[in-house]
C-alpha cells in the first residue's frame, strides 16, 4: 500500500473523536426536542389525560386526582353503598341519567352505577349549581340536612345532596348530576382520566 493511501493514526484519532462529538451534540440538541413531545404542565391543564393509581385506595374511600384544573374523584364503594343505590330513584331529580347526557354522562356511564366498574365511581366534584366543591358524607346516618342520609356527597353553599352515584336529589339548588368525565381503566390499579377507550 503506498504511503498517499495509507491514514496516519493522528488523522484517524481526528476523525473519531470529530464523529463521537458529532454524534454527542446530535443527542443533546435531541433530547430537547424530544422532550416538548410530551405533554407540559400547561397542557395537562389544558386537558392532557392524566393516570391515576388506585392500588392502595381502600373500599369506602375516596382519592382526588387534578384533570384540566379540576378535582375529580375516585370513590370505591363497598358493596353496600351499591346496594342502596336503586333504593334512592325515587327521591332523585334524574336517577337515569337522562339530561345533559352528552357533557355530563359518557355512554359507558349510562347505568345505575355511572361506571365503568360498580366499585368505582369517577366523577368530576364540582357542584353543578355554583362550582362549589360538596363535601363527602359517605357514612348512612342521620345528618343536619336530611334525618335519612343513606351516603353521598353534601355540598354546604346552597344545601345541594347528591347520592354515591352523583346523582343530585330532587328540589335541590343544583340542576344537574355530578359529570363523569372520560377515563378508561388501563389496568385494575390504573386509571386514565380524560380519555375513554375510543381515545385512549
Known amino acids: 500500500m503506498s504511503d498517499e493511501k495509507k491514514m496516519k493514526p493522528g488523522r484517524r484519532n481526528l476523525i473519531?473523536?470529530?464523529?463521537?462529538?458529532?454524534?454527542?451534540?446530535?443527542?443533546?440538541?435531541?433530547?430537547?426536542?424530544?422532550?416538548?413531545?410530551?405533554?407540559?404542565?400547561?397542557?395537562?391543564a389544558a386537558g392532557a389525560p392524566v393516570e391515576a393509581d388506585i392500588?392502595?385506595?381502600?373500599?369506602?374511600?375516596?382519592?382526588?386526582?387534578?384533570?384540566?384544573?379540576?378535582?375529580?374523584?375516585?370513590?370505591?364503594?363497598?358493596?353496600?353503598?351499591?346496594?342502596?343505590?336503586?333504593?334512592?330513584?325515587?327521591?332523585?331529580?334524574?336517577?337515569?341519567?337522562?339530561?345533559?347526557?352528552?357533557?355530563?354522562?359518557?355512554?359507558?356511564?349510562?347505568?345505575?352505577?355511572?361506571?365503568?366498574?360498580p366499585e368505582y365511581l369517577v366523577v368530576v366534584g364540582i357542584c353543578t349549581h355554583l362550582g362549589c366543591s360538596p363535601s363527602d358524607k359517605f357514612v348512612a346516618e342521620p345528618e343536619p340536612f336530611d334525618p335519612n342520609w343513606q351516603g353521598g356527597f353534601y355540598c354546604p353553599c346552597h344545601g345541594s345532596l347528591f347520592d354515591l352515584a352523583g346523582r343530585v336529589f330532587k328540589n335541590k339548588p343544583a340542576p344537574d348530576n355530578l359529570r363523569v368525565p372520560p377515563y378508561t381503566f388501563l389496568s385494575d390499579t390504573r386509571i386514565l382520566i380524560g380519555a375513554d377507550k375510543a381515545e385512549a
Open 55 to 117: 392500588s392502595k385506595l381502600q373500599p369506602g374511600e375516596k382519592m382526588t386526582v387534578e384533570w384540566r384544573g379540576q378535582p375529580v374523584w375516585i370513590v370505591r364503594r363497598t358493596p353496600e353503598m351499591l346496594a342502596e343505590l336503586p333504593k334512592l330513584d325515587d327521591q332523585l331529580a334524574d336517577p337515569k341519567s337522562l339530561r345533559n347526557q352528552d357533557t355530563l354522562t359518557p355512554p359507558f356511564a349510562r347505568n345505575e352505577d355511572r361506571s365503568i366498574k
Open 16 to 44: 473519531v473523536l470529530t464523529a463521537a462529538a458529532g454524534g454527542a451534540a446530535g443527542v443533546v440538541t435531541a433530547l430537547p426536542f424530544a422532550a416538548s413531545m410530551l405533554p407540559s404542565e400547561r397542557a395537562k
